[in-house]
């Protein structure tokens, strides 16, 4: 299972919540030699089936903010894309990241996924379905900030060994 990677910017902040866009839809982006989009109705299944999923600081499953199964995550899809609702914890990482949010300074939004249906039109990859595991909460930069989402990564044996490490590389810096 290859988990991916996708970024978004910003998160507004209602008291001890933060509030934004995960995932928009129909928005296109470019990733290394191919683009990208999500489509409409590609979180349903996962949202459908109750999944535990998890919202983390920079992917570090040991910084958890909240979780749908205990109700501090709420996700869910509208005509946008997949809006998110953390309840911050009342801990030293939920205040700093509350403290960051109210400042302007967090990174953005960050999604880990497996693609369960693609399709491809030349050098256009479609997400139809996608299996959610988390989202985390960037401190530092997104990927592309100029843009709504970044798409950072790819399944592996889509494209050539080369790019594959290119894209690796984009996504570790």
């Not at 983390?56 to 997949?82: I, M, Y």
């Not at 009342?90 to 369960?116: C, I, P, Q, Y």
């Not at 960037?138 to 592309?144: G, I, L, N, S």
Request: aromatic residues 6%.
């Amino acid at each position: 299972m290859n988990v991916e990677r996708r970024f978004a910017a910003g998160a507004t902040v209602e008291g001890r919540q933060l509030i934004g866009l995960a995932a928009p839809f129909g928005s296109e982006t470019r990733v290394a030699d191919f683009r990208e989009v999500i489509a409409p109705g590609a979180f349903a299944r996962t949202l459908a089936e109750n999944r535990d999923i998890l919202a983390l600081v920079d992917h570090d499953v040991g910084r958890v903010l909240g979780r749908t199964r205990s109700g501090t995550l709420e996700l869910r899809e509208s005509a946008q894309g997949l809006e998110y609702r953390i309840a911050l914890p009342e801990t030293t990482t939920g205040n700093d990241l509350r403290a960051l949010a109210v400042r302007g300074d967090l990174g953005g939004v960050s999604m880990g996924f497996v693609a369960k249906r693609d399709s491809w039109a030349g050098e256009l990859r479609t997400l139809h379905e996608v299996e959610l595991h988390e989202i985390s909460i960037v401190q530092a930069h997104a990927a592309y900030p100029t843009t709504t989402v970044s798409l950072r990564s790819r399944q592996p044996g889509d494209r050539d060994r080369l790019g594959l490490l290119r894209c690796w590389l984009e996504t570790c810096r």
